[in-house]
């Protein structure tokens, strides 16, 4: 199956259940592309130390899973895409909305 994930949001541990959530289902062999949108462009910086964000990150990126940030959510922030979360656009969460089996929003 072909999951979407969509992050709006930087509560520590949402995102950290979201990325754990896209670990689980690669582990369960299905394909996960995650869109950053809004403040959910902030959540790959989340230092928190119970719930340990950029672990699940790091998993998720060395499992092949791809992630995209909203480039106007960036800019707005004075912040650029990078190597592991390019910056994007609608055309791409519009490709994922339609290439995906389900959609899931945090």
């Not at 230092?47 to 950029?54: A, K, R």
Request: charged share 25%.
């Amino acid at each position: 199956m072909k999951v979407g994930l969509v992050i709006s949001q930087t509560d520590p541990e949402t995102v950290w259940n979201a990325f754990r959530f896209a670990n689980f289902s690669i582990d369960k062999g299905h394909n996960v592309r995650i869109f950053l949108i809004g403040k959910g462009v902030e959540s790959v910086d989340i230092d928190h130390e119970e719930f340990n964000v950029i672990e699940e990150v790091n998993k998720y990126v060395d499992n092949k899973g791809e992630i995209f940030a909203c480039g106007t959510c960036l800019v707005s922030r004075n912040k650029q895409g990078s190597p592991i979360c390019p910056m994007s656009t609608m055309n791409d969460l519009m490709e994922l909305v339609e290439e995906s089996d389900k959609v899931i929003s945090f």
